[in-house]
Every structure is written in structure tokens, then in C-alpha cells.
């Protein structure tokens, strides 16, 4: 999907003791106390200076000093938390809070190996600690452990089974692991509990949205942004649903919200062109893929996007180029191979053009497009026993293509077999949608009754062909064959 990998931002959990234990005098616990409401209520800063002049009417209380390492945590001071956590594990060892709390400092540091021991310690003293217990799953998941994360979780929430933080991640963990109904039942837990957590929202889009269920995806991410409108994440991955389901104008009203607040961000300019394809503007597509491209040039699905786009501006060179680009990034792309064999045909390359479009079926067996025009390209080289048994395979993955149907109707006019090439024209003919390719068909007919002497049958065909076809040239040619065989007839 042209989506993007949401990441997840996860909150490491600390443990601030509120009561703490005596302290030494009064004063002292005031301030206590203080810092912890001043911690609880958001002034970081205050609640700094309060734990510190209780520090120092108290330096042998393992509580003060906890409480102001997780308020230096969350000011990202980590080495200074840290130092206070140790402080706290000097005077208190055995405390798998605190253990816990350095574990996250840690952690968020990008210590990972003492983060774990942490962890470890505190959960070896109390093996139900929640924090410890949580904090120690998303490094697990993070170092690419998501088995034995799913062991901690599945912990934790046998303890808690409401525990918001635990069925969330757990969720994310079954979603990147393709276990998807597990993932709803994760995240459907979060929201019993938490309705208006808009990450969970977020989070069972996507999920719905890998099971296929575009609509009950868009809902879920509406709900999401009811809730956090500007979230450009649940923005871009809604506008993907929104081009499953066909709807490329609201594809492009989310894209075009994100592109505006946030000109630099690559995922919005390439889901901006895909929407815009889908609508039909491929010079506004072919833009947006450019201003992606000016954010990661050495994208090859964005240089295959504007090489779409360009070729239905008809820019064969440009598009050309595009297609080039990505076979440098990606020689087995097997569609820029069936596009730029496409181009290489049209520019009389038949050679090159028919080994583009052999190689990308070799990648891809059931890339239609491309056997599609491998069985043209063999026919229109007069082999045409191997582009019948290549049109096969091709029908055989999609038996409503009108094209392979008229493709196989030649193959068998040029062998001769006219009843088989009148069942597939008249097959192609009611599948047919594009009125510019009847009259080709209608001609074609006409051509199998005259080869199979129905003079009769061929006139009537010939005669419809005329009738449906606008282009001059055609038409004069048609109108001679219809008087030659009138001719015949009389003769």
C-alpha cells in the first residue's frame, strides 16, 4: 500500500512515589510533597527546586531522590536522573521502582545493555512489577525481540488485562506481525477503556485496513482525527484507504491538508500524486511525484509513479527516463520493465521491447499486463503458437480481459481456425468498454468471415465496423473493402 509505516511513539513508564517514607523533619516533607504536586501538575522546574531543598534537608531519603530523577527524566536530563537514581539505589538497593526508573533513563539514552539489567534486577526482586515489567517489552521490541516482548505483555495484562499501555503496544506487535485479528482485540481493549484515545483509533484503521476493510478503516481514522486533527500520519494512512475504496477526491483534500502544514514530508507528496492518478490529473500527479522525488530521489516507486503519469501525458522520453532510473535502482522491477517495453514497442524496438516484457513475466508469472503484451509482441512477430499458449496464461488470470480475448482471437485467425477467432471477438466485443477498440474488432470479425469465405457475414461486419469507426482513414478503407466484396458477390 502506498502508506506509510507508522511508528509508534511509546511512553516509557516511570514510578514517582507520592508518600514516600518519613522523612526528617517537617519542612522537609513539605517540600516533598510539594515537588510531587508541582511534578503531577506539569512545572517541572518548580518541582526541581522543591525536591532539591528536600534533598538537602533530607540527603538520607531514597524517596526524595527518586521523585527528582523522574522529574529529570522527564525533562530529558538523563544523566542527572540518573545520578539520583543511583543515589536512591545506594540508599535503597532492593527497590525495583527505582531499578525500574534508572532502566527507563537508560533506555532513553541509548543504553540500551544497562536499561535491560535494569529491568531485569527489578523484575528478579518483584517479578509482577508493571513498569519494569512494560518498560522492559518496548526495548524488547525495539531490539526486534517481538516474542519475548509478547511474553512480558501477555504478563502484565494477565495481572491487568485493562492496562491501556500493554493491550496498545501488544496490538502493535500483533499488526507488525500480520496477526491482525489479534491486533483488534488489543486495541478494541484500549478503547473500552480509553473511547477517545485517538493513537488506538488510529491504530485499528490500520488493522482494518490490512484485513481488506477500506470503509471500517476510513471510519476508525475519522474518529482518530476527531480527536487529534492534526496528525498527519492518521491523514496520510486515511488517504490510502480513501484510494482503496475509489473516493481520490477526499484522497487528495487529506493529502493536500498535510502538504500544506508540512511541505517537506515525502509521504504526502507521493500519496498526493497517487490520488491525483486515480482522479485522472497526471499533470498535477506527475508535479507532486516531482516534489517527492526533490525530497528522495533514489525512490523507485516514485520514479515508476511519474513514469505512469508521464507516459499518459503521452511523454514517452521523459517517462522513458523515469523507467530507466528505476531499473537502475531496481533491475528486477517487473513493472518498469512491462512499461518500458511498452514505450521501446511504440519507438519500433520491437527486440528490445519483447525481452523487457519476457523478463518481467520471468519475475512476475501473474503480472497480466505483462503476458498481455508478451502474446502481442509474439504475435505481431508471427509466432503465433507461442502467443496463444502466453495469451492463455494470461486469460487464465483474468478471463474477463477483452484485450487477451482479442489477442487470442488473432492468434487463431492466423492459424486459421476462424470459428475459434470468432468466439473470442465476440467474447472481447461484449467485455469491450473502450468505444475506439470496437471498430478493430467489428473489422477483425469481418476479416475471419471473409477468410472463411461468408462473404455475406463479412459484409455485415465490415458494415458495423464502419458504422462505430470516426477515423477517416479507417473509415475509406473499410468503405472499399465493403464495395470489393459487394463486387465478389455479384460476380
Known amino acids: 500500500m502506498t502508506r506509510r509505516l507508522i511508528l509508534v511513539l511509546t511512553v516509557l513508564s516511570l514510578t514517582a512515589i507520592a508518600g514516600g517514607p518519613a522523612v526528617a ?22 518541582a526541581v527546586e522543591a525536591l532539591s531543598r528536600a534533598a538537602e534537608l533530607a540527603p538520607d531519603n531514597a524517596a526524595v531522590f527518586n521523585n527528582r ?18 543515589r536512591a539505589l545506594a540508599l535503597n538497593p532492593a527497590s525495583p ?54 511474553g512480558d505483555l501477555k504478563r502484565l495484562l494477565r495481572l491487568d ?29 484500549v478503547l473500552k477503556r480509553s473511547p477517545d484515545s485517538a493513537e488506538a483509533l488510529r491504530s485499528r484503521g490500520e488493522a482494518l485496513f490490512s484485513k481488506g476493510r477500506f470503509r471500517e478503516a476510513i471510519d476508525s481514522f475519522t474518529e482518530s482525527l476527531k ?23 477526499s484522497a487528495e483534500r487529506d493529502c493536500r491538508q498535510v502538504v500544506s502544514r508540512t511541505p517537506t514530508d515525502f509521504m504526502a507528496h507521493f500519496n498526493l500524486g497517487t490520488a491525483l492518478m486515480g482522479s485522472g490529473k497526471y499533470q498535477e500527479a506527475a508535479e507532486a511525484f516531482t516534489k517527492a522525488l526533490e525530497l528522495r530521489p533514489d525512490r523507485p516507486d516514485c520514479l515508476y509513479n511519474r513514469g505512469l503519469a508521464l507516459k499518459r501525458l503521452k511523454e514517452p ?40 516484457f519476457a523478463r518481467a513475466v520471468t519475475l512476475d508469472p501473474k503480472n497480466v499486463g505483462a503476458l498481455k503484451n508478451l502474446g502481442a509482441a509474439c504475435l505481431a512477430q508471427g509466432r503465433s503458437d507461442e502467443a496463444a499458449n502466453i495469451l492463455g496464461k494470461a486469460l487464465r488470470l483474468d478471463g474477463k480481459d ?82 470489393e466484396l459487394k463486387s465478389r458477390q455479384k460476380r
Open 25 to 46: 523533619n517537617d519542612e522537609a516533607e513539605d517540600l516533598f510533597h510539594r515537588g510531587v504536586r508541582l511534578e503531577e501538575s506539569g512545572n517541572l522546574e518548580g
Open 97 to 150: 521502582g527505582v531499578l525500574a526508573n534508572r532502566g527507563k533513563a537508560c533506555h532513553e539514552k541509548g543504553d540500551a545493555q544497562q536499561a535491560a539489567q535494569d529491568y531485569d534486577k527489578a523484575l528478579a526482586i518483584d517479578p509482577d512489577h508493571p513498569q519494569a515489567r512494560y518498560n522492559r517489552a518496548v526495548l524488547l521490541r525495539q531490539s526486534n525481540l517481538a516474542a519475548e516482548a509478547q
Open 402 to 483: 477483452a484485450q487477451i480475448l482479442g489477442y487470442l482471437g488473432d492468434a487463431a485467425l492466423e492459424k486459421r481456425r476462424f470459428r475459434d477467432a470468432l468466439s473470442f471477438y465476440k467474447r472481447s466485443l461484449r467485455l469491450e468498454t473502450d468505444p475506439n477498440r470496437k471498430p478493430g474488432l467489428l473489422a477483425r470479425m469481418g476479416l475471419a468471415w471473409e477468410e472463411s469465405h461468408k462473404v455475406s457475414e463479412a459484409i455485415k461486419y465490415y458494415a458495423k465496423a464502419l458504422n462505430s469507426c470516426n477515423d477517416a482513414a479507417v473509415r475509406t478503407g473499410l468503405e472499399k473493402k465493403i464495395d
Open 317 to 356: 522520453k521523459k517517462a522513458l527516463e523515469d523507467f530507466n532510473r528505476v531499473l537502475e535502482l531496481d533491475s528486477d522491477h517487473a513493472g518498469a520493465l512491462n512499461n518500458r517495453g511498452i514505450i521501446l514497442w511504440s519507438e519500433k524496438h520491437p527486440e528490445e521491447a519483447t525481452r523487457d
Open 227 to 249: 480527536r487529534d486533527e492534526q496528525n498527519a500520519d492518521t491523514l496520510l494512512n486515511r488517504c490510502s484507504a480513501f484510494i482503496r475504496v475509489g473516493e481520490f477526491d
Open 161 to 189: 488485562s485493562d492496562n491501556v499501555e500493554a493491550n496498545l503496544l501488544l496490538g502493535r506487535i500483533y499488526l507488525n506481525g500480520g496477526s491482525y485479528d489479534k491486533a483488534l482485540k488489543c486495541f478494541d481493549a
Open 69 to 86: 530523577g523522574v522529574v529529570f527524566s522527564r525533562l530529558k536530563q538523563y544523566d542527572r536522573a540518573i545520578e539520583d537514581f543511583d
